[in-house]
């Protein structure tokens, strides 16, 4: 699924995390259970199966008002 479509249910947490630490190599369980949650890929991959796409939504069309 498209970072677009679940983005938006990602809790405020989880985003900001995502956005300090861009294209880490390893997310924390409680980012990977978020991104879960919200609809996104579920993987047991440590990277939580963010794509480089998904990281460039991350850091250039993300809102910090959400």
């Known amino acids: 699924m498209e970072i677009y479509m679940w983005w938006l ?3 405020l ?3 900001e995390w995502l956005r300090e630490n861009l294209r880490a190599e390893e997310l924390p369980l409680s980012v990977l259970q978020g991104i879960a949650e919200a609809g996104g890929p ?3 991959s440590p990277d939580g199966g963010l794509t480089p796409q998904d990281w ?3 850091e ?6 959400d």
Do not use: G, W
């Open 56 to 58: 460039d939504f991350i």
């Open 60 to 65: 250039t069309q993300s809102e910090f008002v």
């Open 13 to 15: 947490e989880s985003k």
């Open 42 to 44: 579920h993987t047991d």
């Open 9 to 11: 249910d990602l809790d």
